[in-house]
């Protein structure tokens, strides 16, 4: 960790104040669209299609469970941890502002029954954890905009469109899961998502499915 600060320090005198926020709006931007993309699929329907029920118990999940996990994960991580950093600082933007989103969907509707005080605190260690963010070597923030692909990109490979590679996924031999699919329509397009499921409904890793390798990013640091 010294000699994570000491680069760090060097960084900071040629930062670009400008190429980080843009380069980290761009992140966000990227994972949103993502994490809309693969909850879509996942759930079978849009968030503007979900019922009010749906919407409010997909608020409190997103929230109290997957949020605040990935923030605890980080906060458990900074200042130890360097590889564990880089991966939940992903996660957490991933799924921060994916809540974020689906708040103001709820507050479209005029939705009641959404623990503001929760979320709001939440999200406020959320923007803790962006407050803290590494500088990278060449003094931008190039190092989150490829490990925020890559974790995106792995996310993304939980399904496939592909019928013919389907045919060859297995369940993991302690669980076995269900094939199923569904059809998503974005920008008027029709696209057939493949993928499995446990008996609760939720999208499993498929035997053999490979985790994200984010150690080269750190060398980054």
Request: proline fraction near 1%; aromatic fraction near 6%; charged fraction near 30%.
């Amino acid at each position: 960790m010294e000699q994570q600060s000491h680069q760090t320090e060097e960084a900071q005198n040629t930062v670009n104040e400008d190429l980080i926020h843009e380069q980290l709006s761009g992140v966000i931007e990227k994972s949103l669209d993502a994490a809309i993309t693969l909850n879509h699929i996942m759930d079978g329907k849009a968030v503007e299609d979900l019922t009010d029920e749906e919407l409010l118990a997909k608020i409190h999940l997103q929230a109290e469970v997957v949020t605040r996990s990935e923030v605890e994960e980080w906060e458990a991580a900074y200042g130890h941890d360097l590889l564990e950093t880089v991966d939940s600082v992903c996660d957490v933007v991933y799924t921060a502002w994916y809540l974020e989103y689906l708040v103001r969907e709820a507050a479209k509707r005029n939705l009641k029954g959404v623990n503001m005080k929760s979320v709001s605190g939440i999200l406020g260690r959320v923007q803790n954890i962006t407050n803290h963010l590494f500088v990278g070597k060449d003094g931008t923030l190039q190092w989150l905009v490829e490990a925020n692909n890559l974790v995106i990109d792995n996310n993304m490979s939980k399904v496939t469109t592909d019928p013919e590679e389907f045919k060859t996924w297995e369940s993991p031999d302690d669980e076995p899961l269900i094939k199923t699919n569904v059809v998503v329509t974005k920008d008027s397009k029709k696209t057939t998502y493949y993928m499995l499921k446990n008996e609760l409904g939720k999208v499993r890793k498929r035997k053999g499915f490979t985790n994200v390798s984010l150690e080269h990013i750190v060398e980054m640091l």
